[in-house]
């Protein structure tokens, strides 16, 4: 009951949110750091990205390069609402986006990888739409960036990710509801 992708992405808000010691030595693992308008302490944030250096995760830092360049980030995540150009940051951007004009706004800002956001049904009450696992896959047929489902991906249709045609997933809450999942997952 394994999961088998090549990346996995792992949003948190701040650095106490996910103990990394319950995640083993990977390359596959990248960790979004995404602030929500609540700055940490740098020092804080450059001993992160230390132990996730150790750990061989990559990290990011969600909507803001001059703190993703402070700290030596491996990249830098562009949210679906930031409309703001970084071709040049490295060449290393992850966008994320709900909806073909989205990805299509991501692909011109020079992001190489997007998330695409509600594989499943969530339980959040204003969000009731999802894609589903046969509209991703004609979405991803449509563009040769990565796209990478996330949203409501629990224990229960952990499975079905194995139908996607994606080389990666991306988990938000579940991993702060059950750490447990990440040893089905990693």
């Keep these: 009951m394994f999961i088998i992708k090549t990346n996995y992405y792992l949003y948190i808000e701040n650095t106490i949110s996910i103990n990394l010691d319950h995640l083993r030595k990977n390359k596959k693992i990248t960790i979004i750091y995404r602030n929500n308008g ?57 966008g994320s986006a709900h909806n073909f004009k989205e990805i299509y706004e991501k692909i011109k800002q020079g992001c190489n990888t997007v998330i695409l956001s509600r594989l499943f049904k969530t339980s959040y009450e204003n969000k009731k739409n999802f894609l589903g696992v046969t509209k ?51």
């Design 136 to 186: 991703f896959n004609l979405i991803k047929r449509n563009y040769f960036i990565d796209l990478v489902p996330l949203g409501g991906i629990t224990r229960n249709n952990l499975l079905k990710l194995n139908l996607v045609m994606s080389k990666g997933l991306c988990l938000l809450s579940e991993v702060k509801k059950k750490p447990t999942i990440s040893n089905r997952l990693f």
């Design 38 to 94: 609540i700055l940490e302490n740098r020092t804080k944030l450059n001993a992160f990205k230390k132990k996730c250096k150790i750990k061989d995760f990559k990290f990011y830092i969600a909507n803001n390069h001059k703190l993703a360049k402070s700290c030596k980030a491996d990249g830098l995540y562009i949210s679906s609402h930031n409309k703001k150009n970084y071709r040049l940051f490295n060449n290393n951007l992850i």
